[in-house]
């Protein structure tokens, strides 16, 4: 017996939806309004800089477009069968895997369009630089503190018997 999608976790999809729109335009604006490599300071501690991302996190896997495409979808597929198998009231986890999901897909689209992920945060200490990265970067890493506050801290407070 199936169940209906709205009242599973694939109720929460469009929050993914919003993600991916919110990070394709943002990126959009990035392309339009900057030339590769220009900056324009905000803050003290924040500039605009466009750049291009030809690997994954921290410019790793390098050169593997369509390894990290693949992995972005299997990723993308796992947490949907996982916000299947949750009900829709469980907003926590729901809530961080569409963050996931929408980051994932917005990077992949990138992937796939550009060819790099387009970048643009560049937040800076000094001389020193964070590695520069997108809504879509901040999505998943957002979801993902959700899953492992959830793992570590949510699910004891359900164990733990009511008086």
């Not at 993914?16 to 335009?25: P, T, W």
């Not at 299947?84 to 992949?108: C, E, H, M, Q």
């Not at 990138?110 to 000094?126: A, K, P, Q, S, T």
């Amino acid at each position: 017996m199936s169940k209906s999608i709205g009242s599973t976790g694939l109720r929460w999809l469009w929050l993914a939806v919003v993600v991916l729109v919110i990070d394709l335009l943002s990126k959009f604006w990035v392309i339009k309004n900057f030339r590769l490599g220009e900056s324009v300071d905000l803050l003290p501690f924040f500039n605009f800089y466009y750049a291009r991302n030809y690997g994954a996190a921290f410019s790793s896997f390098m050169g593997q477009r369509w390894a990290l495409a693949a992995v972005a979808i299997t990723i993308s597929i796992v947490l949907m069968v996982m916000m299947y198998r949750t009900v829709a009231k469980d907003r926590w986890s729901n809530i961080a895997f569409a963050l996931i999901i929408g980051g994932a897909l917005g990077n992949l689209f990138d992937r796939l369009y550009h060819g790099f992920v387009v970048d643009f945060f560049d937040f800076f200490i000094g001389d020193w630089h964070y590695p520069t990265f997108n809504v879509a970067d901040c999505a998943i890493c957002i979801g993902a503190v959700m899953v492992v506050l959830e793992g570590f801290i949510f699910s004891k407070k359900k164990e733990k018997p009511e008086s």
